[in-house]
């Protein structure tokens, strides 16, 4: 029997471990206890609510994701998980309201455009599954653009840095 860390930190970390690893099981079992020790671990119920849904167990899923948003009403990740949580139920009424959600807490938030528009289209929404999937193309230039200026700035920062030491070493 392996011995389990008694602390809300250890068992937190254990659970991590096993969810990184594709152990979802054991992962239950490691953020259940950390849930035990802690309730207000918003991050722990986002996790096993996750690893219920690799498991399968959606509707367990659906209860962790809850949770998560009663702690923090203004996470879309738990609304976006839990819009995927209840497509796998088979429920696309209520996964596209909590992608709206999403979206509406987060109008940048790409991924829930993404999974809002394969919902539109298994329900043969096509113009709002198009409009989806603009905004996903729309977001995901902003961010490669982001991304190079961010880039460049880093770059030329570090190419100055680099210069500077040169000099530095040529006047040694």
Do not use: Q, W
Not at 39 to 52: D, H, I, N
Not at 63 to 81: G, Q, S, T, V, Y
Not at 125 to 136: I, T
């Amino acid at each position: 029997m392996t011995e389990h860390t008694t602390t809300t930190t250890g068992a937190f970390e254990e659970g991590m471990s096993a969810f990184t690893k594709g152990k979802f099981s054991e992962s239950i079992c490691d953020l259940s206890r950390t849930i035990g020790l802690d309730p207000r671990k918003e991050v722990a119920y986002l996790t096993r609510g996750v690893a219920y849904m690799k498991t399968d167990r959606a509707n367990l899923a659906i209860d962790d994701f809850d949770k998560a948003i009663e702690l923090n009403p203004k996470n879309r990740r738990a609304f976006h998980l839990r819009g995927h949580a209840h497509h796998m139920t088979g429920d696309r009424e209520k996964a596209l309201h909590d992608f709206d959600k999403a979206i509406e807490l987060d109008p940048e938030y790409g991924t829930a455009y993404l999974s809002r528009a394969n919902v539109h289209t298994e329900l043969g929404h096509g113009e709002e599954a198009e409009k989806d999937m603009e905004m996903v193309v729309r977001l995901t230039e902003k961010n490669v653009a982001t991304f190079a200026d961010e880039n460049n700035v880093l770059r030329s920062r570090h190419f100055r840095l680099e210069a500077e030491g040169m000099v530095g070493e040529i006047e040694r």
